[in-house]
């Protein structure tokens, strides 16, 4: 069992920065592939990115060169940078873990590969 926290959601100006964290709990936080994901009010839940036990990224083309996701594996937390953000960019932001080997962006862009997930962080982004 893996239980998952965000945090570093908020208000921000259009243009503004976040990051977002994902805190893990557990001791087999480095053997999970690890993925973001959003939802809009009225929209489906769409993934955002993601990254592998041996930390290769994955992204929607959508934020490509917007946002990087990293992880640390010492401190059970992955992140989330989101920079140049745009209105459309407000969702609810959260994170999921997948206990199952996975490779490349189309499993990692899945959200039923993934088993455990957080409740999620706010991201408003005022224009």
């Known amino acids: 069992q893996v239980q998952l926290v965000e945090s570093g959601g908020g208000l921000v100006q259009a243009g503004g920065s976040l990051r977002l964290s994902c805190a893990a709990s557990?001791?087999?936080?480095?053997?999970?592939?690890m993925g973001w994901f959003r939802q809009a009010p009225g929209k489906e839940r769409e993934f955002v990115a993601g990254?592998?036990?041996?930390?290769?990224?994955y992204y929607a083309d959508l934020v490509k060169g917007r946002f990087t996701i990293s992880r640390d594996n010492a401190k059970n937390t992955v992140y989330l940078q989101i920079n140049s953000l745009k209105a459309e960019d407000t969702a609810v932001y959260s994170c999921a873990a997948d206990k199952d080997y996975c490779v490349g962006y189309g499993c990692y862009g899945r959200d039923d590969e993934y088993e455990y997930w957080g409740q999620g962080t706010q991201v408003t982004v005022s224009s």
């Open positions: 990254i592998s036990r041996s930390s290769t990224p």
């Open positions: 557990g001791r087999s936080f480095g053997t999970y592939g």
